[in-house]
């Protein structure tokens, strides 16, 4: 059975720094491009950012470019995304989601995570 | 970037009766086309790929259709489980877009 499980979520303050992990189990993860995408309180899906499945290519939303970064670490089948210079328009519930290529081309989330939530509020 | 937009914002539809959702893209997406369903408080889940491909375990109940700018996702007869929000998400060009979602409720 497939699962991701994301964690790191907080209250942080507009300025401040954060990084989420999602842990991947039931799937060869190394074979699999890796997805963050953001949900809003009452609002819908925004794609955030992929990972390629080895690492070698990442892309981000135009809205988090340049303060977001993803990354992977195949040996722990785990998923990261380091959040800098945090908004508060960055406030919402991060999902990790699983590709169902590489990451070579674009292609659809066979599975979600449950997300885990970012507030970011003074 | 892609625009996704879905219509209408909210349907409200009685158990046992038909529904019908639709997506339409700003350009061509030929096929590459997906649905999810999102219940409150859960996840999305995949409901359909490749326009017209029911995912794993998905009811036959649901079906889609369209090709290049057009979509409709149907249900054929309303369960209770399926009142949610659907979204679309387009995946012939970086990056992947989702739609606005359709919320369907209970009438």
């Known amino acids: 059975e497939v699962q991701l499980v994301e964690s790191g979520g907080v209250v942080v303050q507009p300025g401040g720094s954060l990084r989420l992990s999602c842990a991947a189990s039931g799937f060869t993860f190394n074979d699999y491009a890796m997805h963050w995408v953001r949900q809003a309180p009452g609002k819908g899906l925004e794609w955030v950012s992929l990972?390629?499945?080895?690492?070698?290519?990442?892309y981000y939303a135009d809205s988090v470019k340049g303060r977001f970064t993803i990354s992977r670490d195949n040996s722990k089948n785990s998923l990261y995304l380091q959040m800098n210079s945090l908004r508060t328009e960055d406030t919402a519930l991060y999902y990790c989601a699983k590709d169902k290529g590489l990451g070579v081309t674009p292609y659809y989330f066979d599975y979600w995570g449950q997300g885990t939530l970012v507030t970011v509020s003074s | 970037e892609i625009v996704m937009t879905q219509s209408p914002a909210t349907l409200s539809v009685s158990p046992g009766e038909r529904a019908t959702l639709s997506c339409r893209a700003s350009q061509s997406v030929s096929s590459n086309l997906a649905w999810y369903q999102q219940k409150p408080g859960q996840a999305p889940r995949l409901l359909i790929y490749g326009a017209s491909t029911r995912a794993t375990g998905i009811p036959a109940r649901f079906s889609g259709s369209g090709s290049g700018t057009e979509f409709t996702l149907t249900i054929s007869s309303l369960q209770s489980e399926d009142f949610a929000v659907y979204y679309c998400q387009q995946y012939n060009n970086w990056p992947n877009s989702f739609g606005q979602g359709t919320k369907l409720e209970i009438k």
């Open positions: 990972i390629s499945w080895d690492g070698g290519s990442t």
